[in-house]
């Protein structure tokens, strides 16, 4: 959970919502009960996500570096020794992921019609410090406890319970080996689109939302969630998280360079 909570401040921080998206009796009311009222729904969602994924992970194999530190055995190397290694290949597949989805947006976006076109136009630009800090802590950070090590653990914790699949449980002291293949993409294709849906409140709040801009979020986030699930999968969550933030270091870069 101490994984999200800055993303949970920045949100709080940052959050101007359009007035006109505001029920009538909040319109009146002062940024900072607005900014905590923003900030309560997800600090419980990271809640049960951190509580979930910290008690289904013994059973699925789904790695945390962070999460094993805690219970240290003797002679593990340290946390940053275990995840150096990781990072060059999170960081290249969040960028890729970044250049992906800008692309994908692109091409989109003359097909969805003029008031996204306006949305558009008012996010050209560079990109401030704050939003950006914002993308990188509650979109890399947050969410990824939430989809990944939340959503995606459970979904994985009951997918090896199905008939067919070998039960991971653990024999004491060994860790269980990564979920096989089936599980596994079961969770990661289940919380990249629940990832994918999500963005679709925010997206109202912009913009009516058609058939074909539902299509453009969910399906342009379910990719960086398809990515983001298999780096979880195969290496671990501070890997998904690293590569979620890159992502947004991407966007950033691709907003300041004006392509």
Do not use: K
Not at 158 to 182: E, F, K, M
């Amino acid at each position: 959970m101490l994984l999200g909570l800055p993303g949970i401040v920045m949100l709080a921080v940052q959050f101007v919502p359009p007035q006109a998206a505001l029920p009538p009796g909040l319109r009146d009311a002062s940024p900072v009960l607005l900014a905590l009222l923003a900030a309560l729904n997800p600090l419980l969602l990271l809640m049960a996500a951190a509580a979930v994924g910290a008690a289904v992970a013994p059973g699925t194999g789904l790695r945390s570096i962070v999460a094993s530190a805690w219970r240290p055995r003797p002679g593990d190397p340290t946390a940053w020794t275990r995840l150096a290694p990781h990072l060059p290949v999170a960081f290249a597949c969040g960028l890729g992921v970044a250049v992906l989805l800008h692309l994908g947006d692109r091409a989109f976006t003359p097909l969805l019609g003029e008031q996204w076109a306006a949305v558009q136009a008012r996010a050209t630009g560079p990109v401030s410090l704050g939003g950006l800090a914002t993308g990188i802590f509650y979109g890399g950070f947050t969410e990824e406890v939430m989809m990944r090590w939340g959503v995606m653990g459970l979904v994985v914790w009951l997918a090896l319970r199905l008939p067919g699949q070998r039960s991971r449980a653990p024999t004491t002291g060994v860790p269980p080996p990564v979920p096989g293949p089936i599980a596994a993409w079961i969770g990661i294709v289940v919380a990249a689109a629940l990832f994918g849906a999500g963005h679709l409140p925010a997206v109202a709040m912009l913009s009516e939302l058609t058939p074909l801009l539902i299509v453009r979020t969910v399906g342009l986030n379910l990719v960086g969630g398809l990515v983001y699930g298999w780096l979880f999968w195969r290496r671990n969550l501070e890997s998904a998280i690293a590569a979620h933030a890159a992502t947004h270091v991407g966007f950033a870069l691709l907003r300041w360079s004006g392509l």
